[in-house]
């Protein structure tokens, strides 16, 4: 798998500034320092990246792979990637914007493996996800997008998880998926093309025509 | 794109790609949409589809990661840690390289003294050594060479 370089991560316009782009910008210093920290080996600086990052890289994961114990072991594949880079690591690079190219790279490597083993997870790991209880309380709805959004082809399912629901800027997810902005838009717009005809019956207004 | 180039079409097609949520559209292509939108109701039919396709996709958030994968991700932090304090000190390659390198002159070194002998030995040499030279001092004669 080619992980793009940090340096290249650091090469992305800012032209488009989303809410949540403008928290990671926000954080990005204090990314650098906590990464120069967990270079040191200061535990907590390493405990405040996870909590800060954990949900976005295993969200991303998710929303790619459409299983949460894999979504969960790419994450954690990620993150000590990131380790291996905290001596190395450049403080004007963004932590969010590295770890959503791992996160997309190492999906794409488990999407395109010849034979997916989902189950062979930790039985430990397992338990703790979704339980029959947990299973009974996601709207029929919610069931319904999910599946929709999971028969969309890869490419434009990682950039809707991107753009849509980890409300990554334009230009950085492009980035992020090594592809121009009028790719991203292409893709964005025949995914939710794709998803309003699919999903219609739950909204008609979903359809129609402008004058 | 400025506010001349923003038409209905664009309009529309940045609708498709980004939604209904301004906010998450690129700068200046907001901007321009924010003051056609403002004008020409007609857009607004576009603008609410897109908003309704949005709430839609909200409805399916993605599983909170566990809490076993945060425990996951900082029980392996330390040897990686470790590795990265030996590759502080030897930043050229794989450290067992100059480690293995170390330990073989290492024990070429303990071999070569033990085969050589303590100290009682090379103080042996040395005087055979001293005397070797006296005896050149001595016994050199300038007739030898000839």
């Known amino acids: 798998m080619v992980i793009t370089t940090t340096k290249a991560l650091t090469r992305i316009d800012g032209g488009a500034e989303p809410r949540s782009t403008r928290r990671m910008d926000q954080g990005a210093a204090a990314d650098g320092e906590l990464m120069r920290r967990a270079a040191a080996g200061d535990d907590d600086a390493m405990r405040v990246l996870v909590e800060r990052h954990v949900a976005r890289a295993a969200g991303l994961a998710y929303r790619m792979l459409g299983n949460p114990t894999s979504a969960e072991d790419v994450a954690q594949e990620a993150f000590l990637r990131l380790w291996k880079q905290a001596g190395r690591w450049r403080p004007e690079a963004r932590v969010g914007t590295w770890l959503y190219t791992v996160v997309h790279n190492l999906c794409l490597d488990e999407l395109r493996r010849p034979m997916r083993h989902v189950g062979e997870l930790d039985p430990e790991l397992a338990d703790s996800r979704e339980t029959p209880y947990a299973a009974r309380q996601r709207s029929e709805v919610a069931a319904l997008v999910e599946t929709e959004l999971q028969a969309l082809p890869e490419r434009q399912r990682a950039a809707l998880a991107l753009v849509h629901y980890e409300q990554v800027a334009a230009a950085e997810a492009a980035a992020i998926m090594a592809i121009s902005i009028e790719a991203l838009e292409s893709l964005l717009a025949r995914g939710r093309r794709t998803l309003r005809a699919r999903l219609a019956g739950l909204r008609p207004d979903l359809m129609g025509e402008v004058e | ?146």
Do not use: C
Request: no cysteine.
């Open chain 2, 1 to 146: 794109m400025n506010d001349e180039m923003m038409t209905r079409e664009r309009l529309g097609a940045l609708l498709d790609a980004y939604g209904g949520d301004l906010s998450r559209w690129p700068a200046p292509s907001r901007v321009a949409a924010e003051a056609l939108i403002a004008r020409d109701p007609t857009v607004h039919r576009l603008l609410d589809q897109a908003r309704a396709l949005d709430t839609l996709l909200d409805q399916a958030p993605a599983p909170l990661p566990s809490g076993i994968l945060r425990a996951r991700v900082l029980a392996r932090r330390s040897p990686t840690l470790w590795r990265q304090s030996l590759g502080a000190l030897w930043p050229f390659g794989p450290v067992w390289q100059p480690a293995m390198a170390f330990a073989l002159i290492a024990a070429l070194g303990i071999a070569l003294g033990a085969y050589v002998g303590g100290p009682d030995r090379l103080v042996a040499n040395k005087d055979v050594n001293e005397s070797g030279i006296a005896g050149l001092d001595g016994d050199f004669d300038e007739d030898d060479l000839l």
